[in-house]
C-alpha cells in the first residue's frame, strides 16, 4: 500500500514539474540568463555594438560607485521610494477596509480603483503631465480659476519629485487595494463577532485584529511596493525625462542612459547589479522587521 502510494505522488509530482516546464524555461530564457550575462558584464569593458570584450575586473564597479550622478540618482529613487511607499500602503489599506464593509456600490468601486493599473506608465505619463505642466496644465489652471497660485510641478526640483509621487500613486493604489483585500477576506468573521460582543470599537477592532491578522499580506505588498519603487523609471522618463537637472533622474534611468544612450553596457551592467544588491539589503530588512506568526 505504501508502494503504490509513493508510486502515485511520484506520478503526481512528474506532471507538476511537466506543467511547470514551459514557464520554467522561459523564466530561465528570458530572466535567468540575461541575468547572468549582465554579470558577467559587468566585469568587462563592453561597449553597444562592439565586439571586441576585455575582461577588466571590478574597474566598472569603482567607476560607477565613485560617480557624483550615480550618487544623486541613489539618493533620488530613496527619496521616491520614501515618499511614496508609505502613501502606496496607507491608502489602498484604509480604502480596502471601507470596501470590505459592504458599502452601496462596492462592486463597482473596486474596478474603478483598480482600473488605472490596467493603463500604461506611456499613458499615465503623458496624461499626469497635461495636468501638471506649469503653463498650461489643467489643475494648475484650476488652481488659477480659484485664484490660487499653483505650484511649480515638474519645473522645480522637490515639487517635481512629488508630481511624480502623485501620478504613481494615481497609477499602482488599485494593485495593492486588491492584495489587501483578498488578505481582509481571508480574516474569519468570528473573530470580529467576538471582539464586539466584548465591546471592542471600529479603531480596536482594527488595531488589534486586522492590523495583527493582516501581517502576511502586509509582507507581501511592503516587499513589493519597495522593489517596484526602487525601479521607478517610465514616468519619470515620461513626465520628467530626469529632470529638472538631474532632480528627479533615478537609478533605472541611468542604467537606461549608461547602456544605450551613451553605449557602455558594461557600466549599465554594473550599476544594476548594484542596484540588485540594494534592493536585496532592503527586502531583507522588511522581512526580519515584518515577519512573525499569525495566530486567530
Do not use: C
Request: proline share 5%; hydrophobic share 55%.
Amino acid at each position: 500500500m505504501n508502494d503504490s502510494l509513493r508510486a502515485a505522488r511520484r506520478r503526481e509530482e512528474g506532471w507538476a514539474y511537466l506543467m511547470l516546464a514551459p514557464y520554467l524555461l522561459a523564466f530561465a530564457l528570458f530572466l535567468i540568463y540575461p541575468s547572468l550575462q549582465g554579470l558577467y558584464l559587468s566585469f568587462t569593458d563592453a561597449q553597444l555594438g562592439s565586439r571586441d570584450i576585455a575582461w577588466i575586473g571590478l574597474e566598472n564597479y569603482t567607476w560607477v560607485l565613485t560617480d557624483p550622478l550615480f550618487a544623486k540618482v541613489v539618493l533620488n529613487t530613496l527619496i521616491f521610494v520614501a515618499e511614496s511607499t508609505p502613501l502606496l500602503i496607507v491608502i489602498p489599506l484604509l480604502l480596502a477596509v471601507v470596501l470590505n464593509r459592504g458599502i452601496p456600490f462596492q462592486g463597482l468601486l473596486r474596478g474603478a480603483f483598480f482600473v488605472p493599473f490596467t493603463l500604461s506608465v506611456s499613458v499615465i505619463g503623458i496624461t499626469w503631465w497635461w495636468l501638471l505642466e506649469p503653463g498650461f496644465g489643467l489643475l494648475n489652471a484650476f488652481l488659477r480659476g480659484l485664484g490660487a497660485s499653483p505650484p511649480p510641478w515638474l519645473t522645480a526640483p522637490g515639487w517635481a519629485m512629488v508630481g511624480v509621487v502623485v501620478a504613481t500613486v494615481w497609477w499602482t493604489a488599485g494593485y495593492n487595494l486588491v492584495l489587501f483585500l483578498a488578505g481582509l477576506q481571508a480574516i474569519p468573521a468570528g473573530v470580529y463577532e467576538a471582539a464586539r460582543i466584548d465591546g471592542a470599537n471600529a479603531w480596536r477592532e482594527f488595531r488589534y485584529i486586522t492590523l495583527p491578522l493582516l501581517r502576511p499580506t502586509m509582507l507581501l505588498v511592503v516587499v513589493i511596493q519597495v522593489i517596484a519603487s526602487f525601479q521607478v523609471f517610465g514616468q519619470v522618463f515620461v513626465m520628467t525625462s530626469g529632470g529638472p537637472g538631474d532632480g528627479t533622474r533615478t537609478v533605472i534611468q541611468y542604467v537606461y542612459e549608461s547602456a544605450f544612450v551613451n553605449r557602455r553596457m558594461a557600466e549599465g551592467s554594473a550599476a544594476a547589479w548594484i542596484l540588485f544588491v540594494i534592493i536585496l539589503v532592503f527586502s531583507w530588512i522588511q522581512f526580519r522587521v515584518l515577519r512573525g506568526h499569525t495566530e486567530y
